[in-house]
């Protein structure tokens, strides 16, 4: 089993920046590729990006493209989402997830539990 803790949302205002982390644990922590996923409220959960486990391949979804960037340090077991430029629409329920690089939920296999990111205009 491999468990993943998001942190580092909040509330932030339009134009901002914030820093999340997923620290995973459990069994070959370091070894999935991981990817991040959000969920506004009355939305369905959406892909937002996507890192190979050595970190060496990303993905975004194209309306977050230039503006967050998804990175991993498997010494420490964390991969980071840095968002900059944030809008009113970015607001959502942040996911951190493991053992995919898809867009699709079902091509993960471990979800954290997931961290508020709300951005006020």
């Known amino acids: 089993q491999v468990q993943l803790v998001e942190s580092g949302g909040g509330l932030v205002q339009a134009g901002g920046s914030l820093r999340l982390s997923c620290v995973t644990s459990?069994?070959?922590?370091?070894?999935?590729?991981m990817g991040w996923f959000r969920q506004a409220p009355g939305k369905e959960r959406e892909f937002v990006a996507a890192?190979?486990?050595?970190?060496?391949?990303?993905n975004y979804a194209d309306s977050v493209k230039g503006r967050f960037t998804i990175s991993r340090d498997n010494a420490k077991n964390t991969v980071y989402l840095q968002m900059i430029s944030l809008k009113p629409e970015d607001t959502a329920v942040y996911y951190c997830?493991?053992?995919?690089?898809?867009?699709?939920?079902?091509?993960?296999?471990?979800w954290g539990q997931g961290t508020q990111v709300t951005v006020s205009s």
């Open positions: 890192i190979s486990w050595r970190g060496g391949n990303t």
């Open positions: 459990g069994r070959t922590r370091s070894m999935y590729p």
């Open positions: 997830a493991a053992g995919g690089f898809g867009v699709a939920t079902t091509d993960y296999d471990y």
